[in-house]
């Protein structure tokens, strides 16, 4: 990863990214962890500290990002969480087989390079019967949306950093052998349909 990656992109994502709409999700997904141990990939700057339930008693945060990662330590205040940061992909997660109880991730499947081996991942280290909770952004419902998701993905890699906009996420999830128990479909009203068509769920292995 280049300056921009690691420099630019960080504080960009902490400014654009916590806001009161945008956090409404966060808020709603999180509230919804039972678990007292969890997994979040996409870890970024820590924007999702404030909202875990008082249950959640330690986050391991992993993200490949070193900015982000560098940005999120500055909100860590030694609290009630226990965290450990690690810089590493998602796309081979260093955890054995059968291993976790809950796995989160919000705003991260669009920009992980390959989808299909970290959700592959997610499966092969939670526990039979663990949860994955999610809230992402994707392909839209809307053909004419959509037409429009295609044609500026590619301008959408590259200004940030990767992001992809029409990412079917329920079907890519499913594929990795997880079976979604509870989802709701959305557009967030501040954003542009392209870029604002949510899933947020929970799916168990």
């Known amino acids: 990863m280049g300056f921009y990656s690691n420099a630019i ?6 400014y654009s990214m916590d806001s009161k709409k945008i ?6 997904i999180l509230s919804r962890i039972a678990e007292e141990e969890i997994l979040e990939i996409g870890f970024g700057t820590g924007i999702n500290l404030k909202f875990y339930p008082q249950n959640v008693k330690r986050i391991i945060g992993i993200d490949a990002n070193k900015g982000m990662l560098q940005q999120a330590q500055k909100k860590i205040n030694n609290g009630r969480i226990e965290i450990e940061l690690l810089e590493q992909s998602s796309e081979s997660l260093p955890f054995p087989d059968n291993s976790l109880i809950a796995v989160a991730s919000t705003y991260t499947l669009c920009s992980i390079k390959n989808i299909n081996s970290a959700l592959k991942e997610i499966h092969r280290v939670l526990k039979p019967g663990g949860k994955y909770y999610f809230l992402e952004h994707g392909l839209a419902d809307n053909p004419k949306t959509q037409k429009w998701q295609h044609r500026l993905n590619p301008l959408q890699n590259i200004w940030a950093d990767g992001c992809n906009l029409n990412r079917d996420m329920k079907m890519l999830i499913t594929t990795a052998g997880l079976k979604i128990i509870d989802l709701k479909n959305y557009y967030i ?17």
């Not at 992109?9 to 902490?14: A, E, K, L, M, S």
Request: proline share 7%.
């Open 9 to 14: 992109i960080p504080f960009f994502y902490d």
């Open 23 to 28: 956090n409404e999700g966060r808020k709603s």
């Open 189 to 205: 009203k501040r954003d542009p349909k392209i870029v604002g068509y949510m899933y947020e769920g929970i799916a168990i292995k």
